[in-house]
């Protein structure tokens, strides 16, 4: 049987060699790790091809929008029941053409009428004065006659009694006061009920006018909201959009309104080109122009300050319809058509911009460019290069 301080030194020497050997496992487990590290650290970066080509770099600043088409609400001044539609949505109509009719029996009842009192009072008015200017003439008539008599006789009196100059002197008198009241008559004879019945006319013609609509305008149909035979309402009690009777439109641009908040907005000027994409057209490009600034602002919840910044696009769009949203990329600046190349082609060599160009035999070799403007992804190159060429871009910056 084996002694005790025998059996206590053999476990103390088999646990020594347990941590030996962990210890020399974790210093070999740590130097492959450095190795490995240090040797992918020191690992070539690697390239891909990249063919030098035709682009265009633009630098800009982008905002969301709405497109905005400006139209003119046309309506009729009076209420009555739609006749007749003479255009469609889409036509274009000349300013005064006749665009739509209500129903004007009624109404040309009413100027029927009401011409008819005007041709009456008319005529009562002409035979009034054609009565009293006779009157007159017959007063006149008899006080010149008495006036010829009495004249003389106060010129000669001692030919005359008293009594006879004094009869004709009160004769003369009456008559004279009698042609005078009626020429005040004649003169304050009044035209009034011509001009009532004339004002009555007048407001039935109008009335019969506005049951025809016509054109303000040179415009295009944009919407047409009632059809005949429905009751369309007078122009003071619409409110929306929709409840006028015609929309048109006089342009063939579609505007665009776009916030831009207050710190972009020294970006902005009049007349500045931008790009707008439509999120109901996938992959198009729409150019426009900025033709006016808000002056106004607008505040929302949160605090924050915009001011609407109104577009115009450049193509007359019919497949675009107002409310479609969008966004706009102001431009800042920008170069089309120019050589285009990867930022990360373009390396720093004594100071100098240089690419690593693929040559026809697939050689590798150094090459200095000239470099224009940037957008951060791609750069123009002035010189140095030609389309077509081949530049080797680093995966690595």
């Not at 970066?45 to 905005?68: K, L, N, R, S, Y």
């Amino acid at each position: 049987m084996e002694s005790k301080p025998k059996k206590l030194f053999l476990k103390k020497y088999i646990y020594i060699a347990v941590v030996a050997i962990v210890f020399l496992g974790i210093c070999a487990g740590g130097y492959l790790y450095k190795t490995k590290g240090s040797e992918a650290s020191t690992q070539a970066p690697t390239f891909i091809e990249q063919e030098v080509a035709m682009g265009d770099i633009t630098i800009d600043f982008m905002a969301d929008g709405v497109a905005d088409i400006p139209f003119i609400n046309v309506d009729f001044e009076i209420s009555g029941k739609l006749n007749e539609v003479l255009v469609e949505v889409g036509q274009q109509v000349n300013k005064g053409d006749v665009i739509a009719k209500l129903d004007d029996t009624d109404d040309m009842n009413r100027v029927n009428s009401a011409q008819i009192n005007y041709e009456k009072a008319q005529k009562d008015y002409e035979e009034q004065l054609i009565s009293e200017k006779q009157n007159l003439n017959e007063l006149k008539s008899r006080l010149d006659s008495i006036t010829l008599e009495y004249e003389p006789m106060t010129q000669i009196a001692c030919a005359f009694s008293k009594q006879e100059i004094e009869r004709k002197r009160l004769e003369y008198e009456n008559m004279k006061l009698a042609y005078e009241a009626q020429l005040q008559t004649y003169n304050m004879l009044s035209d009034i009920n011509v001009r009532s019945a004339q004002l009555s006319l007048k407001i039935a013609q109008d009335d019969y006018e506005d049951t025809i609509l016509t054109a303000p305008i040179d415009a295009k149909v944009f919407a047409i909201n009632y059809e005949p035979g429905e009751t369309v309402a007078e122009i003071r009690t619409r409110v929306a959009d929709d409840e006028h009777f015609m929309l048109l439109t006089n342009t063939d641009k579609i505007n665009v309104i776009a916030p831009v908040c207050e710190i972009d907005l020294g970006n902005i000027t009049i007349g500045q080109s931008v790009e707008v994409a439509f999120e109901a057209f996938e992959g198009q490009s729409f150019a426009g122009r900025v033709l006016s600034v808000d002056p106004l602002p607008k505040r929302d919840n949160s605090g924050l300050v915009t001011y609407d910044v109104n577009i115009e696009l450049d193509e007359d769009m019919d497949k675009i319809k107002t409310g479609m949203t969008c966004t706009i990329n102001f431009i800042l600046r920008q170069k089309k058509h120019v050589l285009v190349i990867p930022n990360k082609a373009v390396t720093l060599v004594d100071g100098k911009q240089s690419v690593q160009v693929k040559d026809e035999k697939g050689n590798i070799i150094s090459r200095t460019i000239k470099a224009g403007l940037t957008d951060g992804i791609n750069v123009e190159v002035i010189d140095g290069l030609e389309a077509g060429e081949t530049v080797m871009v680093s995966d690595k910056r």
